[in-house]
């Protein structure tokens, strides 16, 4: 069973940064996708960024690309997010999320995730 426990959320100002930690275990090769989703009040949950373990690929949605950075760090058990030139849209509740097997849907997409994180808030302040 993997458990997800996300760290490193807070406030801080626009163009400020911020580090987000997953702390991750009972993690198996079948966990072949690890992301960053947000959700903000009345929207859907948004997939952020995606990290593909078995060949360390990444993906980001549009726009975060050139300003937040996935990575995963073995020796630690952790997936990071660092964002920076944070913006008020970047508000929102940051979860991490990892799949298991083959996935069904596409890589953005929620339903490929059985394990989520409880979260952790991002404000952005203008």
């Known amino acids: 069973q993997v458990q997800l426990v996300e760290s490193g959320g807070g406030s801080v100002q626009t163009g400020g940064s911020l580090r987000l930690s997953c702390a991750v275990s009972?993690?198996?090769?079948?966990?072949?996708?690890m992301a960053w989703f947000r959700q903000a009040p009345g929207n859907e949950r948004a997939c952020v960024a995606v990290?593909?373990?078995?060949?360390?690929?990444?993906w980001y949605t549009a726009s975060v690309k050139g300003r937040f950075t996935i990575s995963r760090d073995s020796a630690k058990n952790t997936l990071d997010l660092q964002m920076n030139d944070l913006k008020p849209e970047d508000t929102s509740l940051y979860y991490c999320?990892?799949?298991?097997?083959?996935?069904?849907?596409?890589?953005?997409?929620?339903?490929?995730?059985?394990?989520w994180g409880q979260g952790t808030q991002v404000t952005v302040s203008s």
């Open positions: 990290f593909i373990s078995y060949n360390g690929a990444t």
């Open positions: 999320a990892a799949n298991d097997g083959v996935p069904s849907a596409t890589i953005d997409n929620s339903t490929t995730y059985v394990y």
């Open positions: 009972g993690y198996t090769y079948r966990n072949r996708y």
